[in-house]
């Protein structure tokens, strides 16, 4: 099981910038898809991108592309989103995610929640207009 800790979450302007990390613990971290997801308030938790156990792979809401950028660094056990011009709209709790899926992922390019094993408590990111 993988402890997720996420963080860099608060309050921010429309236009502004935010970068996310979530650290993990627990398993070994280089051998994880990585995945982020946010839930506004009366929505479904939602796609916002992933990461392959490499880095070698990335994907993307395409709502999100061009704004959003996840990356991971496994020394340091951690992977992070940058969010760029952000919107009222990005209002969310943002969760980031830990999976053991192999080729499921790839197929699904990690837009599934379901393939994923452990959670962390998320975030919360408030845009104001």
């Known amino acids: 099981q993988v402890q997720l800790v996420e963080s860099g979450g608060g309050l921010v302007q429309a236009g502004g910038s935010l970068r996310l990390s979530c650290a993990a613990s627990?398993?070994?971290?280089?051998?994880?898809?990585m995945g982020w997801f946010r839930q506004a308030p009366g929505k479904e938790r939602e796609f916002v991108a992933a990461?392959?156990?490499?880095?070698?792979?990335?994907y993307y809401a395409d709502s999100l592309k061009g704004r959003f950028t996840i990356s991971r660094d496994n020394a340091k056990n951690t992977v992070y989103l940058q969010m760029n011009n952000l919107k009222p709209e990005d209002t969310a709790v943002y969760y980031c995610a830990a999976s053991l899926s192999g080729s499921p992922f790839y197929l699904s390019q990690g837009r599934n929640s379901r393939q994923y094993d452990d959670w962390g408590q998320g975030t919360q990111v408030t845009v104001s207009s």
């Open positions: 627990g398993s070994t971290f280089s051998s994880l898809q």
């Open positions: 990461i392959t156990y490499s880095g070698g792979s990335l």
